[in-house]
């Protein structure tokens, strides 16, 4: 039986970082540079797709500019709310902007080995585990495949991360890593066997796909053919910008929010001109970069700015926004992660984010970590409960409990407080344990995490694919690797 997802539902508290004026700004700018400066499209069917429309295509260098009334004209045909469907139905995630759902994140090439606790390279089996492990959470909502298969062949790898996530977990799955036309044509036909049918998989859609921008001002050509595929599909596809303060975006927060925004709104913008009406999200995991380094940070001031900014541009285009919000970029699950993740994840949420990407990851995201899952988990439960704000009902205002009890007394044995009492927001992590006995105890919270983790692992069993359905999965992925392989040799001899 599939476990019921518990996501943040209209958040009581709000929070408005950009005054209409600001974000009619950004949008203005945005819409200029789009149109004077152009962005990178280096695809040749994008290419024909934006110069049928009569947007200047400059061949040589693959720069797009766009009249911005065509831009605007096509980003009205995106629908403003959908549906992500789930293998099973209850699990199905409205994107109605009433909802904050979170998921794990990738495309990481590390891991934290769950029993040994060293760091190793990435394998299929830790996307199976992890999977399964975040099927069991009511925090997590959809499954963003969280790691590089690197022991499968390239040309195939995203199809199989796709093949054991629908294995393991009945929740919606988001993937980054179908970057080329024969994965996206496999991966539609993997969604439509999962789905049923055609007309299912268009109504509840299995599976997203989400695609990196190259900032600044540009798409990657591969990702641009994978999604132009899944937008026909009717496949929800978002773009993120992961543009950067000082580096691929300008010193300011407002200056990289606009050399953003011109990526993925012509991204998005490009989608609904192949198919109008196509499903889409804005996507985005704008930083600082950090100035003694040049890394990219993953936590700050401008990150959690970044976090309810983009939300407001995708209010204002009436899309859904997928937001990078756990994605510390802490070595181990220590106090950075736990500042950078509360406070990104807060900030990212009191303004109703309708997807929160990251949990489970380390610096950057490029490490995962069991215990930073479950310590994410916890993050997001508090926010949770904090956004829920404070009852005042008659009941809730305790008059005649406190009646009861007057001066002096206690409410411990209280019917009213054995009615309420475990509504109270409890720990799993965090080490309340008096001084004498936490001084002298072998065990501390990252131990407790593993724990909670390696239990899961052993005794969540999730609903099983059909035996039909999982074959048909595997044959569409030998399929590919045959074709990949014909491919190759043919190359070969010529």
């Keep these: 039986m599939a476990i019921p997802i518990d996501p943040i539902t209209s958040p009581k508290l709000g929070f408005e970082v950009l005054t209409p004026d600001e974000v009619r700004r950004i949008h203005e700018a945005t819409l200029e540079v789009v149109e004077t400066v152009g962005v990178r499209f280096p695809s040749e069917r994008a290419l024909d797709v934006w110069a049928a429309h009569g947007a200047t295509v400059d061949r040589a260098t693959q ?52 029993e040994t606790g060293e760091l190793r390279r990435s394998r299929l089996q830790d996307v199976a585990d992890i999977a399964r492990i975040a099927d069991a959470m009511d925090e997590v909502g959809f ?23 629908w294995a393991n977990t009945t929740k919606h ?61 009717g496949i929800p596809t978002g773009f993120m910008t992961m543009s950067s303060c000082a580096f691929s975006g300008p010193a300011t927060v407002a200056g990289t929010l606009v050399v953003g925004n011109a990526e993925v709104i012509t ?31 993953g936590g700050g001031p401008e990150d959690f ?38 406070l990104s994840t807060f900030m990212a949420s009191i303004v109703t984010s309708d997807m929160l990407l990251g949990m489970g990851l380390l610096n950057g995201s490029r490490i995962w970590s069991y215990a930073q899952l479950m310590f994410d988990a916890e993050i997001y439960s508090i926010v949770r409960k904090t956004l829920k704000g404070i009852d005042v009902s008659d009941e809730a205002l305790a008059m005649d409990a406190i009646r009861e009890v007057g001066p002096n007394g206690d409410f411990l044995a209280l019917k009213h407080t054995r009615t309420h009492m475990r509504r109270l927001w409890q720990s799993r992590y965090m ?53 990949a392989a014909a491919a190759a040799a043919s190359d070969g001899r010529s």
Aim: hydrophobic share 45%.
């Design 63 to 114: 720069v797009v500019k766009a009249p911005r009334g065509l831009v605007i004209e096509a980003l009205a045909h995106a629908p403003a709310s959908y549906v992500l469907g789930a293998r099973d139905p209850s699990q199905d995630l409205p994107l109605d902007g009433q909802h904050v759902y979170a998921g794990t994140d990738g495309c990481g090439i590390e891991i934290i080995d769950i």
């Design 143 to 165: 499954i963003w495949t969280p790691l590089s298969a690197q022991d499968m062949p390239p040309e195939s790898r995203s199809l199989h991360e796709l093949r054991v996530q």
């Design 173 to 233: 799955i988001q993937t980054e890593t179908v970057v080329t036309i024969p994965e996206a044509l496999a991966a539609v036909e993997m969604a439509t066997i999962v789905a049923g049918s055609e007309e299912v998989r268009r109504a509840r859609p299995p599976l997203s796909i989400m695609q990196c921008t190259t900032s600044p001002l540009g798409h990657d050509g591969g990702s641009l053919d994978a999604s132009m595929i899944a937008a026909e599909a």
């Design 267 to 297: 991204g998005l913008a490009l989608m609904e001109l192949v198919a109008p009406g196509a499903p889409v999200f804005y996507a985005a995991a704008q930083t600082a970069m950090d100035l003694r380094s040049g890394a990219y940070t």
């Design 305 to 342: 700015l970044f976090g309810a900014a983009t939300n407001a541009l995708a209010d204002f285009y009436r899309v859904p926004l997928s937001m990078g919000s756990f994605a510390t970029g802490a070595k181990l699950p220590d106090w950075q992660a736990g500042v950078e993740n509360s």
């Design 431 to 483: 080490d309340r344990r008096m001084y004498g006995i936490w001084e002298t105890a072998p065990d501390r919270a990252p131990d407790w995490a593993l724990a909670r983790a390696r239990e899961i692992l052993k005794t969540h069993e999730p609903d099983p694919l059909d035996p039909g359905v999982a074959a048909a999965l595997e044959a569409v992925v030998a399929r590919v690797e045959r074709a």
